[in-house]
């Protein structure tokens, strides 16, 4: 495509007032600004009329592909505002390369990283005012996404497609302090097999994992940690976020790549493991090691990784006939000192020693 994504400004922003009163409490995922970026591509023509203009509904034809067959890919990034007003993005390559490989699995066209890039920070340039001044954790969440919207019926790659960004800001995750939560490990529902889609980002995972999500919620938990498909009894993600254990002898551990979702974060926890005394290891853990683990006490720390919550400590589990803790079932020490370090990366208190910040503005 590379003829960037020109922006057409809205008529209708929202007003200033209303902006200010959103942004001094905006949650997650209920605000939007006040424009989109959106590109089309055809078998024909591939990519073309790429832009950022006003935000608007989208007009599908009711037999559109994506709402049948679930040919959906997205990405989940933020925008961070520093102290001294600028504006940046943290790995945001990372995030373009996975669209890529989602986009592989999914059939649909692949995005070019320059194009992704480009709609993101062109989004953020027209929407500015929207990139919350952060006192503590606020960001503004991009979310790109690509769909099938042809008009047919017969199961094929589709051959009209959409991609599109829309932000939403986003307040702190916890917003009185982080707190620990509690996983339900199902032994009835896993998200992902071996040949199937756990890599991939897409829309038709997360269809699946609610059932799970509702199963969790019914035994009192936050959220689900999945089991392999395969019945080996190994631990993978808790289906939005991927997991870590830290151990009494200094390794954090991660489940393998393979059938979970290679996270951002997660690939950024491994590689400032060693700054904090930590031996990064990528290996399958069993829900048995990490049970006699937290009993004898050689795994002293669990966490979720994400760039929503960025990390989540993990204080219990609980499945069918038993549950445990880790620790003392608070959230551990370093879990927490990764927490704030990732954060001060972010937010440009910490020095950027990988060159993970992209300036925006
Ligand atoms: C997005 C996502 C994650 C976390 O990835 P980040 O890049 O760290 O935000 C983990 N698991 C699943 C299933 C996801 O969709």
């Known amino acids: 495509m590379s003829t960037g994504f020109p922006l057409s400004r809205t008529t209708k922003p929202v007003p200033e007032a209303e902006r200010a009163a959103i942004l001094a409490a905006p949650g997650f995922g209920r605000y939007f600004t006040d424009h989109m970026a959106s590109a089309v591509w055809t078998l024909d023509g591939g990519w073309h009329d790429s832009k950022v203009g006003p935000l608007e509904p989208f007009t599908l034809h009711p037999s559109a592909a994506v709402l049948h067959y679930a040919q959906e890919i997205f990405e989940g990034l933020k925008a961070y505002r520093h102290a001294d007003g600028s504006v940046w993005l943290?790995?945001?390559?990372?995030?373009?390369?996975?669209?890529?490989?989602?986009?592989?699995?999914?059939?649909?066209?692949?995005?070019?990283?320059?194009?992704?890039?480009a709609s993101v920070e062109e989004l953020i340039r027209a929407d500015e005012p929207w990139v919350p001044r952060s006192t503590g954790e606020e960001s503004l969440y991009l979310r790109p996404f690509m769909f099938a919207s042809e008009a047919f019926l017969g199961v094929r790659p589709a051959a009209r497609v959409i991609y599109s960004v829309i932000a939403s800001p986003a307040g702190p995750?916890?917003?009185?302090?982080?707190?620990?939560?509690?996983?339900?490990?199902?032994?009835?529902?896993?998200?992902?097999?071996?040949?199937?889609?756990?890599?991939?980002?897409?829309?038709?995972?997360?269809?699946?994992?609610?059932?799970?999500?509702?199963?969790?919620?019914?035994?009192?938990?936050?959220?689900?940690?999945?089991?392999?498909?395969?019945?080996?009894?190994?631990?993978?993600?808790?289906?939005?976020m991927n997991l870590c254990l830290i151990t009494s002898d200094g390794r954090l551990v991660t489940p393998a790549l393979g059938t979970i979702l290679e996270g951002v974060t997660r690939d950024t926890i491994l590689a400032l493991a060693a700054d904090f005394g930590l031996t990064p290891v990528e290996r399958s853990v069993s829900l048995n090691e990490l049970r006699s683990g937290a009993a004898d006490g050689s795994i002293t720390e669990?966490?979720?990784?994400?760039?929503?919550?960025?990390?989540?400590?993990?204080?219990?589990?609980?499945?069918?006939?038993?549950?445990?803790?880790?620790?003392?079932?608070?959230?551990?020490?370093?879990?927490?000192?990764?927490?704030?370090?990732?954060?001060?990366?972010?937010?440009?208190?910490?020095?950027?020693?990988?060159?993970?910040?992209?300036?925006?503005?």
């Open 90 to 117: 943290f790995r945001p390559e990372a995030n373009a390369r996975r669209f890529a490989r989602s986009a592989k699995r999914l059939a649909l066209p692949e995005l070019p990283k320059e194009d992704f890039l």
């Open 173 to 240: 995750y916890f917003a009185s302090g982080v707190t620990g939560v509690t996983l339900w490990v199902s032994s009835k529902y896993t998200r992902s097999a071996r040949g199937g889609t756990g890599a991939a980002k897409c829309g038709g995972n997360y269809a699946a994992s609610l059932a799970a999500q509702i199963e969790a919620e019914q035994h009192g938990c936050d959220q689900v940690m999945y089991l392999d498909s395969a019945g080996e009894g190994d631990l993978e993600e808790s289906g939005t």
């Open 302 to 361: 669990v966490f979720a990784a994400g760039t929503a919550a960025v990390v989540t400590p993990i204080v219990g589990f609980r499945g069918d006939g038993y549950e445990f803790t880790i620790g003392n079932g608070a959230p551990g020490k370093q879990t927490v000192a990764l927490r704030e370090h990732v954060l001060d990366i972010q937010y440009g208190r910490a020095e950027d020693k990988h060159g993970w910040m992209r300036r925006v503005l």
